[in-house]
Every structure is written in C-alpha cells, then in structure tokens.
C-alpha cells in the first residue's frame, strides 16, 4: 500500500510502498478515505514529537471503512465507517480504569515508542520496521490500529468531514465541555484560531456561552472564528489587556490553542479574578512558561488537556449527532483538500502558518469532498 513516510526528522516526507501487517485479535484493518493534517503531524515531522524512532508513517485523525476485524474485535464489522482514535483504551490500567481513558497509560506508552498497544508495529519497508504514529498513521491506503481506536460513524456524515472528529474536533469541544467545563453566559478567549482553536470557539458557542472572544495574528483565521460563533475579534498584537477591556476586567475561562510560552501567557493575561486558563496547545520538549505568581491570590488558574479530557468512545458519537443535526458544522475549519502526494505540501502551510485545516483524500469516491 501507499503511505507517507517521514525517514527522519526535518526532512520531506516521501510516499512509498509499505508493508502492513494483518491485524491481531483485537485490531481492525480499515481502509482510509480522508485524513486532516494536524500540527502533531507537523511536531513529528520536525522532532518536537517522537523519542528518536524512525522512520515513522505520519498521520492520526482520520476515517475511513473496516476491510477486516480480528477474532475478538465485536462493535464493528467489515463495511463499516469509522473514525480513528488515537488514544485507544486499554480499559485496564489506573486512567481507564478511574474513568479518564485519554490519560491511558498503555496507550501512552505505545505512542512513545511508535507501536500499537500491544507494543509491536504493523508496518514495514522493506526489512526495515517503521513507527505508527500515535498507534494510527492514517497518511496511507490502509491502517490496522487497535479496535478501541475505531469509532463507529452513521451513514450521514460525510466522511471527509469525519476525519476531523478523532482529533482537532474532540479535543476542542473535549477543551470546553470537560476540562474548562464553560456554562451557559461565561465568557471565553480562544487565544490561536486554527485547526481545534476554531471547534474550541464552535464548542464555547453550543455551550452557552455569552461572549467569545477570538485572538490570533491572522486576520482570515479571526474572520472563520467570527463566522463559527466568535463574538469578538482581536489581533494577537493588542495584548491581554485589550481582552480585559472588552469583557469588564477579563474572561472566565481562556483557551491557548497554539502551544507557545507566550501564548500560555497571552491567554493567562485575559482572565479576570477567578478565571481559568486551559493550555490545548502542543508546546515543544523543554519549554517552560512563566507566570506572575502574586496573581494566584486572585484564584486565577491553569489547567492542562489532553484530548478534550474526554472519554472519546462515548462523546465522540455524541459530537457526530450534532453534526448530523446540523448544530455542529465541520466542512468550514477545512482550507485545502490534497492527496497522499501532497502531505509534505500541507505541513509546509502549516509550519507557515497558512490556511485553517488541509484534509489529505485518499479514496476520492468515497470521501464525498468537494473537490
Ligand atoms: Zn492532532
Ligand atoms: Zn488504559
């Protein structure tokens, strides 16, 4: 099969031919159709991600059709669609077990070093063993990924629009409901409109709240935020006092959605006494951030997200009824539609920080894109 292989770090990806391997017992072989570029892509692909493994197939949010289940795999079935999860639960370790499977620590461990949960790779050029990325690596024809990995869609949802739901969708609406927990007339700043920055805005919209306050440094990413529920547009450049200005001495919850010391601090600035800083944004090994410790006495916080601190096996179906109810709209975060070929092209725009979301077609017929 053809999949997008990065040998190592900071060098193009290349499409090859890959071996992949049939899946075990409790994995299924899907074929993809459509896969969004993240920019957890991008961090592998330039070594901010990853322990020093390669080479590696790139890609963890998409969806696609099961071709193949293994002997204990039971909630799907050859011909269903399904959207791809990259943190599969073990159900068995602490998280799982305590309720929080997007801290599995198997799953964890398995994204670590480049495996599937059971700690072994399914994919192969030539004698060479290659890493999945995130137990998924959906820039390719095929994946076997562990079955808790595959979440089953309903016919209505296209599924180039699908294939943002096991990343970018989850973790920004995950941002809101569950680790900030926003509620009905709160006000909200979503500091980096991008990718998930844009369903954190859609998220702070479904749940109430009453003023959403969108920063960035791109004016076509501020008008998106506008047009998904954002009430308020600021370039990045004014600062957080211009947010505290707006919204009568700051916000109660900020979102930094980029994953840079500046930014987490940007987002800190604009709450006000009480408030709550969620950090959604990916930020490199090794960088620290600080913050004016006097102002904990206001009960200012911070908060960490991984995921959407979401239990994706259950809310993810339920964001999918949104988007079938046409309360949730996934197409418009999407800038570029490409092919396999055209994946380094899309991590180049993203590492220049253009355009919103590319998603990356792989089965034109069946993806139902606009293109
Ligand atoms: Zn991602
Ligand atoms: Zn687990």
């Not at 890959?18 to 896969?35: G, K, M, N, S």
């Not at 068995?92 to 620590?105: K, S, T, W």
């Not at 998904?228 to 600062?239: L, M, N, P, Q, S």
């Amino acid at each position: 099969m053809r999949a997008a292989v990065l040998h190592e770090p900071r060098s193009p990806v290349t499409v090859e031919d890959v071996e992949l391997d049939p899946p075990h017992e409790d994995e299924v072989l899907v074929r993809v159709v459509a896969a969004g570029v993240c920019r957890s892509d991008l961090h592998f692909a330039d070594g901010v991600l990853g322990d020093g493994r390669w080479p590696m197939v790139l890609g963890h949010e998409g969806a696609g059709v099961v071709e193949e289940v293994g002997a204990r795999v039971r909630h799907v079935a050859h011909g269903d669609r399904v959207a791809f999860c990259f943190v599969p639960s073990c159900a068995e370790c602490r998280p799982c077990r305590a309720g929080r499977p997007n801290l599995c620590e198997t799953a964890g461990r398995a994204s670590l070093r480049g495996t599937l949960l059971d700690g072994t790779s399914r994919l192969h050029l030539d004698s060479t063993t290659l890493q999945h990325c995130l137990l998924t690596s959906c820039f390719a024809d095929r994946v076997v990924i562990a079955a808790a990995g595959a979440i089953p869609l309903p016919e209505a949802v296209p599924l180039w629009q699908a294939a943002l739901l096991g990343c970018g969708v989850m973790t920004g609406i995950g941002a809101v409901r569950n680790t900030a927990g926003v509620r009905i007339g709160e006000s909200v700043c979503v500091v980096g409109c991008g990718g998930v920055g844009l369903h954190v805005v859609a998220g702070a919209r479904l749940a109430g709240a009453a003023r959403i306050v969108a920063v960035d440094r791109d004016p076509a990413k501020l008008e998106l935020a506008l047009r998904r529920g954002a009430t308020h547009a600021i370039d990045a450049a004014e600062g957080g006092r211009a947010v505290r200005r707006l919204t009568d001495g700051g916000v109660d919850h900020a979102f930094e959605v980029v994953g840079l010391p500046e930014t987490i601090r940007l987002a800190w600035d604009t709450l006000r006494p009480g408030g709550t800083a969620v950090v959604v944004g990916l930020a490199a090994r090794g960088a620290e951030v600080s913050l004016p410790a006097i102002e904990f006495l206001s009960e200012k916080s911070i908060l960490g997200c991984y995921y959407g601190s979401a239990n994706i096996a259950v809310e993810l179906p339920e964001l999918v009824q949104l988007v079938v109810d046409g309360r949730l709209a996934l197409g418009d975060v999407v800038s570029h539609f490409t092919d396999l070929d055209g994946v380094e092209e899309a991590l180049q725009r993203l590492r220049a920080g253009e355009g919103a979301r590319t998603v990356v077609v792989i089965d034109a017929d069946l993806a139902g894109a606009p293109v």
